[in-house]
C-alpha cells in the first residue's frame, strides 16, 4: 500500500504540473485583457504601461515558473509563517490579483467558509440522506418506498439547480416570508437570534444543493446494491444463519460503497469549487461566485490559481479513494 502511495503521489506531481502548464498556456492565449474593461479615453500608451506594470508584456514561459514557484513555494511558506510564526516567508513575490491589486490565496481564504458552510453542507446533507435511501430502495425493490425515492431522485437529477433555487425562492421567501432570498456574508453569529438568522438563510441553497447530490449519490448506491444482493455470498451469509440486519448492513452495503466512494470522493473537489450557478442565484460569495468574476475581469492569476486548486483536490480525492477501495475490500490489495 505505501508503494502504491508512493508511485500514485509520483504521477499526481507530474499530472499536476502538466495540467498547470496547459491552464496557464490556455490563459495566455485566450483573448481578453485585463485593460479592457478601462475608459476608451485613456490613452493606448498608459494603457500598455499597465500591461506592462502587470507583468503580461513577459514572455508566458517566464510568466508561468514565476506563477508556478510562487503558488506552491512562497503561498505555503507564507502560510506556515502566518500559523507558526517561523521565519520562512523571507518577503519573496506572492501571486497578486490583477482586479484587487490583493495577494489571491488571502481572498481565497476569505471566501472559503462561505463555500464549506453552505455548499460543503449541502454535500454532506446529500450524501447522508443518499445512502440510507439508497440502501432501503434496493432491499425493497419495486416497494412504494422504492418509487417515491426513483421518483425524487429523478426530478433532482433532472431539474436543474438554477430552477430549483429560483423555486423555492419564490415559494418560501416570496410568497411565504419564511427564509430571505439573498445570503448576508456579512451576518456574524454571537447571540441566539443571529443564529437563528444564519440557519434561515442557509436552509434553501443547502436544501438545493442537498436535493442534488443525493439524487445522484443515491442511484448509484441502488444500482451497486442490487448487483450484490443477488451474489453468491450473500446467500451464503444467510444459509450460515446471519441476521438480515448483518447481511445487508455488513456484508452487502461493504461491498457496494466501493464504486459509490468513487462519486462521493471526486464529488468533494465541487464543494470547494463551488456550486457555481447555486451561489450565483442565492447570492453567496464562495469560491465559485468569486471564479465567476476574475473570469468577467481577465483576472489570469485567479483564474489559474483557483483551477489549479481545483485540479489539486481531484488528485487527492482520486487517491483517497483508491486507498479507501483497499480498506472497504480486502480482497483489493495494491502490490
Request: glycine content about 6%; overall charge neutral.
Amino acid at each position: 500500500m505505501l508503494n502504491f502511495i508512493i508511485r500514485r503521489s509520483g504521477i499526481s506531481v507530474l499530472t499536476l504540473f502538466f495540467i498547470s502548464f496547459v491552464i496557464f498556456m490556455l490563459l495566455a492565449m485566450a483573448p481578453g485583457d485585463p485593460t479592457a474593461s478601462l475608459p476608451l479615453s485613456i490613452p493606448a500608451e498608459v494603457k500598455a504601461a499597465i500591461r506592462e506594470s502587470l507583468g503580461l508584456g513577459q514572455n508566458p514561459f517566464i510568466r508561468f515558473v514565476k506563477w508556478f514557484y510562487a503558488f506552491f513555494w512562497v503561498e505555503p511558506m507564507f502560510t506556515i509563517e502566518q500559523l507558526t510564526g517561523l521565519n520562512t516567508y523571507w518577503d519573496q513575490q506572492r501571486i497578486i490579483s490583477f482586479q484587487s491589486r490583493s495577494p489571491v490565496m488571502d481572498i481565497v481564504w476569505q471566501r472559503i467558509p462561505q463555500t464549506l458552510w453552505v455548499v460543503g453542507l449541502g454535500y454532506l446533507v446529500g450524501t447522508l440522506i443518499a445512502l440510507p435511501i439508497g440502501v432501503i430502495s434496493a432491499y425493497r425493490q419495486y416497494s412504494w418506498f422504492d418509487q417515491i425515492g426513483t421518483f425524487i431522485s429523478m426530478v433532482g437529477f433532472s431539474v436543474p439547480t438554477f430552477f430549483t433555487g429560483v423555486l423555492l425562492i419564490v415559494i418560501f421567501s416570496v410568497n411565504l416570508g419564511w427564509f430571505p432570498s439573498i445570503y448576508d456574508t456579512t451576518l456574524v453569529v454571537d447571540s441566539w437570534e443571529t443564529f437563528v438568522k444564519q440557519v434561515k438563510q442557509m436552509v434553501m441553497p443547502v436544501s438545493v444543493l442537498a436535493l442534488y447530490n443525493a439524487a445522484q449519490i443515491s442511484r448509484f448506491m441502488r444500482a451497486s446494491m442490487l448487483d450484490n444482493l443477488n451474489q453468491d455470498y450473500v446467500r451464503t451469509a444467510r444459509a450460515k444463519g446471519l441476521s438480515e440486519k448483518a447481511v445487508v448492513l455488513v456484508h452487502v452495503m461493504r461491498n457496494s460503497m466501493i464504486p459509490v466512494v468513487t462519486v462521493i470522493a471526486l464529488g468533494v473537489p465541487t464543494v470547494f469549487s463551488g456550486a457555481i450557478i447555486t451561489e450565483q442565484v442565492f447570492k453567496v460569495n464562495g469560491l465559485g461566485q468569486l471564479l465567476i468574476t476574475a473570469i468577467q475581469a481577465n483576472d489570469i492569476p485567479m483564474v489559474q490559481t483557483l483551477t489549479v486548486i481545483f485540479a489539486v483536490l481531484i488528485i487527492l480525492f482520486n487517491l483517497i479513494a483508491d486507498v479507501l477501495y483497499g480498506v472497504l475490500d480486502p480482497r483489493i490489495r495494491y502490490d
